[in-house]
Antibody, heavy 119, light 108 residues
Framework: QVQLQESGPGLVKPSETLSLTCAVS?????????WGWIRQPPGKGLEWIGS???????YCSPSLKSRVTISVDTSKNQFSLKLSSVTAADTALYYC????????????WGQGTPVTVSS | EIVLTQSPGTLSLSPGERATLSCRAT???????LAWYQQKPGQAPRLLIY???SRATGIPDRFSGSGSGTDFTLTISRLEPEDFAVYYC?????????FGQGTKVEIK
């Protein structure tokens, strides 16, 4: 059973960099699949942030691309998100997820971690 | 970037009724890459339908998906109390993934 668990600071100051990690259990990241980040502002819908392949290739949302870095650490079986120059608009619940193999939908999700941007 | 528009925004129905949710895309979407999710308060989204019409593991057969091109539909044949939730469609194309804004199915 694939399980994902997000972790990171719950409070980030404006203009600083948000850093989150997603720990994966029940599956080895190095074996394949895309791994993604999705966020959900309070009371709003889902927004895809970016995704990374097990070997390191990444795709990012055009609207966030300039501020997003996604990386993978196969030795720790985890992947990470960095979002720079954050503002209050980046306050959200951040989810990590694993894509399905062929259809690329988000098959497995973490429980989400809340991040508030405030001074 | 393909934009998905879901309608209606809110659907007020009674248990036992049929729910029909719409997802319209600004450009044609491959059916292979159209999915639907259910989200309940305080929970992560759950994959319901992938490939436009295939149910994910453990999803009851009262949930069905259909459509092609730019118009897709999620149908819940008879609403159970646990089906009242928010539903999102999602597509993949041109190396980006996008979600619709969601449809809330609420108890009438």
């Amino acid at each position: 059973q694939v399980q994902l668990q997000e972790s990171g600071p719950g409070l980030v100051k404006p203009s600083e960099t948000l850093s989150l990690t997603c720990a994966v259990s029940g599956y080895s990241i190095s074996s394949g699949y895309y791994w993604g980040w999705i966020r959900q502002p309070p009371g709003k819908g889902l927004e895809w942030i970016g995704s990374i392949y097990h070997s390191g290739g990444t795709y990012c949302s055009p609207s966030l691309k300039s501020r997003v870095t996604i990386s993978v650490d196969t030795s720790k079986n985890q992947f990470s998100l960095k979002l720079s120059s954050v503002t209050a608009a980046d306050t959200a619940l951040y989810y990590c997820a694993r894509h399905a193999a062929v259809t690329t939908c988000f098959e497995y999700w973490g429980q989400g971690t809340p991040v508030t941007v405030s001074s | 970037e393909i934009v998905l528009t879901q309608s209606p925004g809110t659907l007020s129905l009674s248990p036992g009724e049929r729910a029909t949710l719409s997802c319209r895309a600004t450009q044609s979407v491959s059916s292979s890459y159209l999915a639907w999710y259910q989200q309940k308060p305080g929970q992560a989204p759950r994959l319901l339908i992938y490939g436009a019409s295939s149910r994910a593991t453990g999803i009851p057969d009262r949930f069905s998906g259909s459509g092609s091109g730019t118009d897709f539909t999620l149908t819940i044949s008879r609403l159970e109390p646990e089906d009242f939730a928010v539903y999102y469609c999602q597509q993949y194309g041109s190396s980006t993934w996008t979600f619709g804004q969601g449809t809330k199915v609420e108890i009438k």
